[in-house]
């Protein structure tokens, strides 16, 4: 909270609208913080933005696709108090901000935290700075202009949100299916593939074509880049397999660049590829806690999944730890087939008479395979 809101919550009533009133009709009619000039305006014929109806607007332009461009908003606080900088949210995940406050003299006095404890606050004087990082290769649609926009929620009453907004056009001679190859949550234990189609999209001045070199790929992993065949007339398309052997339970990211080069044969600029997922256990429970309301379970049931070939494993014995031992019934039904040779169970937990009305311990899923570590799932009763 800032000083300006602590010594509000101290006054009357009568005395916070006077002061209040006064503060909106005196020598600060205005907001507190006031926008710098220095971001670019967007061409007439590139987007319908307008500076003046936008005035927290920057246009990045033309950029090749893999780069991270940047900018920085910069505002003036012209009031007497200390303005709050409460939340900052990005409207997705190719941007990233930089949330920085400063004093009079330019030194760093706070830097925003998304979830931090307290507020950055701005002082008399001073400066809020909210850097856009924009990173194109995680833009969907290449060659089309992008906008990103930006919260910042203050407590200046005259200007609670800052809306900050920019546009960007990545452009490629190339468009990739998924955007993202995204392996999602697999087995820890073993290797894992992924496919993502890549087709030539570029006009005349963007004719590229991929050689077949993958690098930025960690040492373990296995990339292979082959084109595919196609009738006469369909752009050139390539497959890329990328296959992740075991690891620990962790997440994992690269960003492969495929080589590529131009008509007459010369190097062209490399393509980016982001690659992301998770290592998870084998088996798993969703969801992985267990909730009581009264007598009543918050979930109808609880599935019991694998991510590897589980076609001979069975669940054992479900065990229940804690005050519910003895109390607690859980039922083991066949679940919904994953595909393959992955399997899944529904656990559903009926709690029997007299148990108590708020405690908490764990269900222990055993299997018929002992190299198979059984599943803890915690529970909790509440009144």
Same mark, same amino acid.
């Given at each position: ?16 609208? $006077? ?33 003046? *109806? ?7 332009? !033309? ?12 505002? +003036?606080?012209?009031?007497? $108090?200390?303005?709050? =900088? ?9 941007? *990233?901000?930089?949330?920085?406050? %400063? +004093? ?29 990082? $924009? ?50 949550? =697999? ?6 593939? %992924? ?16 050689? @077949? +070199? ?12 082959? *084109? ?33 080069? !131009? ?8 393509? =980016? ?24 379970? *918050? ?32 039922? $083991? ?20 008479? @007299? ?21 803890? =799932? ?6």
């Amino acid at each position: 909270m800032s000083d300006r809101g602590r010594s509000l919550r101290c006054l009357p009533r009568s005395v916070v609208l $006077v002061a209040l009133l006064a503060a909106s009709c005196g020598s600060e009619p205005g907001p507190a913080l006031v926008l710098r000039p220095g971001a670019r305006p967007a061409p007439v014929a590139h987007t319908k933005a307008d500076p003046v *109806e936008r005035p927290n607007y920057h246009w990045f332009g !033309d950029v090749p696709q893999g780069d991270v461009v940047e900018h920085t908003f910069v505002w +003036d606080n012209t009031s007497s $108090v200390p303005v709050a =900088i409460q939340q900052a949210l990005a409207s997705c995940g190719c941007l *990233e901000l930089d949330v920085k406050t %400063r +004093d009079a003299a330019g030194q760093v006095v706070d830097v925003y935290h998304e979830g931090g404890s307290s507020d950055a606050l701005v002082p008399p004087g001073g400066t809020l700075d909210v850097t856009f990082h $924009v990173r194109t290769a995680l833009v969907r649609v290449p060659n089309v202009p992008r906008l990103v926009t930006a919260d910042v929620r203050t407590d200046d009453p005259r200007n609670p949100v800052l809306r900050i907004e920019a546009t960007v056009t990545p452009t490629s001679a190339f468009q990739m299916v998924p955007d993202v190859l995204n392996f999602g949550t =697999i087995a820890h234990g073993a290797t894992e593939m %992924r496919r993502a189609t890549i087709a030539a999209i570029g006009g005349p001045e963007l004719e590229l074509e991929l050689t @077949g +070199d993958v690098d930025g790929a960690p040492s373990d992993w296995v990339t292979v880049l082959l *084109e595919r065949e196609v009738d006469p007339g369909v752009p050139r398309t390539w497959d890329l397999d990328v296959r992740v052997p075991p690891g620990s339970e962790t997440k994992f990211a690269a960003d492969l660049s495929l080589a590529s080069v !131009d008509a007459q044969g010369r190097p062209g600029r490399p393509w =980016i590829v982001p690659v992301r997922g998770t290592r998870g256990p084998d088996f798993f429970a969703a969801p992985d806690t267990i909730y009581f309301r009264g007598g009543k379970l *918050e979930a109808g049931g609880v599935r019991i999944g694998s991510r590897v070939d589980a076609s001979t494993v069975s669940i054992d014995r479900v065990e229940v730890d804690g005050p519910l031992e003895g109390l607690l019934d859980v039922e $083991v039904q066949p679940g919904a087939p994953l595909g393959g040779t992955y399997r899944s169970w529904v656990l559903v937990p009926k709690l029997g008479e @007299g148990a108590p009305e708020e405690c908490s311990g764990r269900v222990l899923v055993c299997f018929d395979d002992d190299s198979i570590a059984p599943i803890a =799932i915690p529970y909790f009763r509440f009144p």
